[in-house]
C-alpha cells in the first residue's frame, strides 16, 4: 500500500489501481531515456498537465476566432461594394482613398508575411485588403477614371507587392527588415488619414 496522505483521500478504486502500478525503482531509465530520443512527440503528448491543455484549447480558440474576424471583416466594405454595383454610380466616394486604403493595408499584410506570422492573425487585414482592390476598382470604373494612369498604377501596385512579398530579404535588391517595417509605420498613419 502507499503511504501517501493525498492517496488516502482518493476514492478505493483509484487508490487499488495506484497500488498496482509498477514502482520507479522497477523503471528502467536506460530504456526511458531511449524512448524519450526515438519517440520525443509520444514521450511528451503523454505527460500533458492540465495548463498544457488549456494553452492548446486557448490557442484553438485564438485561431478560430482569428478566422471568424476574418470572415467578419467582409461586412467592412462588402456593403460599398454592393452598392456601387446597384445603383451603379460611385458619387461621394474618393479614389484617393480607396488608392490609400489599399497601399495601407497591402503594407500591413506584407509586413505580417515576411515577419511568419499565422494567417488567424490577420487575417481581416487580408480580406480588407480585397474588399478595397475591388471597391477601388469599381470607383474607378464609375467615375470613368479607369484609363493609362489608373492601369500603370495598378501595374506599379501589383509589381511592389510581389518584390516586396517574394523577394529575398537578404539579396542586394530585396527589402530589407527595416524597409518593411517601416512601410507598417507608414501603414498605420495611412489608415489614420483615409
Do not use: H
Not at 17 to 41: C, G, N, R
Not at 79 to 89: C, E, F, G, M, V
Not at 123 to 143: D, N
Request: glycine residues 4%; charged residues 10%.
Amino acid at each position: 500500500m502507499s503511504n501517501s496522505i493525498a492517496e488516502a483521500f482518493l476514492p478505493p478504486m483509484q487508490r487499488a489501481s495506484l497500488s498496482m502500478t509498477p514502482e520507479f525503482s522497477d523503471f528502467d531509465v536506460d530504456k526511458s531515456s531511449q524512448i524519450i530520443d526515438i519517440f520525443p512527440e509520444i514521450s511528451l503528448s503523454c505527460s500533458l498537465d492540465s495548463s498544457l491543455l488549456l494553452s492548446t484549447s486557448s490557442t484553438n480558440i485564438a485561431i478560430a476566432l482569428g478566422y471568424f474576424v476574418g470572415v467578419a471583416s467582409l461586412l467592412l466594405y462588402t456593403p460599398i461594394a454592393i452598392r456601387l454595383l446597384r445603383t451603379k454610380s460611385a458619387d461621394g466616394l474618393a479614389i484617393s482613398t480607396w488608392w490609400c486604403k489599399l497601399a495601407a493595408f497591402t503594407c500591413t499584410d506584407i509586413y505580417n508575411i515576411r515577419n511568419g506570422f499565422p494567417i488567424a492573425a490577420f487575417s481581416e487585414t487580408i480580406v480588407i485588403t480585397l474588399e478595397a482592390l475591388i471597391v477601388l476598382m469599381l470607383v474607378a470604373y464609375y467615375q470613368k477614371q479607369w484609363n493609362e494612369n489608373t492601369a500603370s498604377l495598378v501595374g506599379l501596385y501589383l509589381t511592389l507587392t510581389a518584390w516586396a512579398l517574394f523577394s529575398p530579404s537578404n539579396a542586394a535588391w530585396g527589402p530589407t527588415e527595416e524597409f518593411v517595417a517601416l512601410a507598417q509605420v507608414v501603414a498605420t498613419f495611412l489608415i489614420a488619414q483615409c
